[in-house]
C-alpha cells in the first residue's frame, strides 16, 4: 500500500529542506527505501566531501605554520632595526650636545675649540655608524647615507656658527635704527595743543618699523597732525620714515603759514621717490585743525579712512579717494569736518585692523566699530585705550605682524 502524502508528513520528522535536496541529487526518494546502487551513489558523495573538506583543512594548517614562521622573522627583524635606531638616536643626542659645547665657547678659543670638537664629532659619528652592513639588505637603516647626512649638517652648521657674529651686529645695527626712529616720534603720546587734545599709541612689529606720526604746530595756530605707514617693516622702512620725518620738519621751517597738507604730501612723495624709486610705497592721512573755525581738514593718501564719533554717539568713517605716495602719479583728495565739545576722531594704520589672533583672524573692521562704540566717556583717551585694550584682547599674546599705530583727538 502506497503511503499517502498525509502520512509521509507525520510519519515521523520532517526532513530539512537541504537534505532533500541532496538526496533527490543522488536519485534517493525520500518516501521510499533506497536501491544498492542508490545507497552505495550516497555515500561515495559523502566521502568526496569529507575527503575535500580534509584537505582544505591540511592547506590551512601548512598556510598557518608558514604566517607564523614569517611574522616570528619579521618579529625578530624589527627588534634589530629597534636596537640599531636606538643607537642612531644616542649617536643624534651626543651630537646635539657636542654643538651645544660649541655655542658656548668664546670668541678667543672659538677655532681650536671647533677644530677640536669637529674632529671628535667626525670620529663619534663614525664610530657609531660605521659597523656592518644591515643584517636585512639596508631596507630600515642606511648607515653610510646617514653618516653622509650627519657630516653636512656638521658642516652647515659650523657655517652658520662663523656668520653669527656678522648677524649680530646687523641686530644691533636693526635695533639702532629701530631707537633712531622712535627719537624722531613725539616724545609724549598725550599732548594738548591749541585746544586740541591728541593721544596716540605706536607699537612696532619689530626693531624698526613703517609706521610714524607727528604734530606740527603752524606761526598761524594751526595744528598739522600727520600719520604714515611705509609698506612693510624693518630696516629698509625705519629708513623711509626717518626721511619722511625729516622732509616734514624741513617743510615746516621753509613754508611756514603757507604749508598746507598737500604741500607737505608733495614732498613726501618727492622724497619717498629720490628715496627708494617705487620699491616702497607708504600711505599718509594729514589732519589739519583750524582752532577759530574748530574744522579738522582730512587729506589722505592711500590710507584707511579715519572714524568720526560724534557726541551723540553716531559713527561715521570719513572716505577719501586717493593713492599712496611714491607711485608714478600723486594722487590725494581732502574733505572738512566740523568739530564740536564730544566728538572724537581717530586715526590708525592698517595693522590696526590687519592684526591676528592665535587662530589667523583679522581684528577687522567690525570689532575696531564695536571698540569705538564701547569708548565711554567719550573722549580721546577713553577711545584709544578701548580700541588699545580690544586689539591686546584680541590677539591674545600673538605678536603684530605689522606695526600698529593710532592717534585719538578732540577738542577741549
Not at 650636545?97 to 677644530?115: G, H, K, R, Y
Not at 591686546?392 to 599705530?405: K, S
Request: charged fraction near 25%.
Amino acid at each position: 500500500m502506497k503511503p499517502n502524502r498525509h502520512h509521509r508528513q507525520t510519519a515521523g520528522a520532517p526532513i530539512h529542506p537541504v537534505l532533500s535536496r541532496q538526496l533527490r541529487k543522488a536519485g534517493i526518494d525520500e518516501a521510499a527505501p533506497p536501491s544498492a546502487e542508490a545507497w552505495h551513489a550516497l555515500l561515495s558523495r559523502i566521502s568526496a566531501h569529507y575527503q575535500h573538506i580534509e584537505g582544505d583543512r591540511a592547506l590551512l594548517t601548512r598556510s598557518l605554520e608558514v604566517s607564523t614562521k614569517e611574522a616570528e622573522a619579521l618579529r625578530s627583524r624589527v627588534m634589530g632595526e629597534r636596537d640599531r635606531l636606538s643607537e642612531l638616536l644616542e649617536t643624534i643626542g651626543r651630537s646635539l650636545a657636542i654643538f651645544v659645547e660649541l655655542l658656548s665657547t668664546d670668541d678667543q678659543s672659538a677655532s681650536e675649540t671647533e677644530a677640536r670638537l669637529r674632529g671628535e664629532f667626525v670620529r663619534y659619528v663614525s664610530e657609531s655608524l660605521s659597523g656592518a652592513a644591515p643584517s636585512h639588505g639596508g631596507d630600515f637603516v642606511d648607515e653610510t647615507g646617514i653618516r653622509d647626512r650627519f657630516f653636512f649638517i656638521a658642516d652647515q652648521f659650523l657655517e652658520l656658527l662663523r656668520s653669527a657674529g656678522d648677524r649680530a651686529g646687523m641686530r644691533k645695527e636693526l635695533e639702532l635704527a629701530g631707537v633712531v626712529q622712535r627719537m624722531l616720534l613725539p616724545r609724549d603720546s598725550e599732548l594738548v595743543v591749541a585746544g586740541l587734545n591728541v593721544f596716540a599709541h605706536f607699537v612696532p612689529a619689530s626693531a624698526a618699523g613703517g609706521d610714524w606720526w607727528a604734530v606740527e604746530t603752524l606761526p598761524d595756530g594751526r595744528v598739522m597732525l600727520i600719520v604714515g605707514d611705509v609698506t612693510g617693516h624693518g630696516a629698509a622702512s625705519a629708513i623711509i620714515t626717518g626721511v619722511a620725518r625729516g622732509a616734514l620738519h624741513v617743510a615746516r621751517r621753509v613754508y611756514g603759514e603757507r604749508l598746507t597738507a598737500e604741500v607737505v604730501l608733495k614732498l613726501l612723495h618727492g622724497a619717498i621717490r629720490d628715496v627708494a624709486g617705487s620699491q616702497l610705497l607708504m600711505s599718509a592721512i594729514v589732519a589739519t585743525y583750524h582752532p577759530e573755525q574748530y574744522t579738522l581738514r582730512i587729506t589722505n593718501a592711500g590710507h584707511p579712512f579715519p572714524y568720526l564719533r560724534r557726541q551723540d554717539g553716531s559713527i561715521h568713517t570719513l572716505p577719501t579717494q586717493s593713492s599712496p605716495l611714491g607711485l608714478d602719479a600723486l594722487d590725494v583728495s581732502s574733505r572738512d569736518v566740523t568739530l564740536s565739545p564730544g566728538d572724537v576722531v581717530l586715526l590708525y594704520t592698517d595693522g590696526v585692523v590687519d592684526c591676528e589672533n592665535s587662530q589667523k583672524k583679522r581684528f577687522g573692521d567690525r570689532r575696531l566699530h564695536k571698540a569705538i562704540a564701547s569708548a565711554a566717556p567719550r573722549t580721546a583717551q577713553h577711545m584709544r585705550d578701548a580700541v588699545v585694550d580690544a586689539v591686546t584682547a584680541f590677539r591674545d599674546g600673538r605678536e603684530p605682524v605689522d606695526d600698529t599705530t593710532l592717534v585719538a583727538l578732540d577738542i577741549s
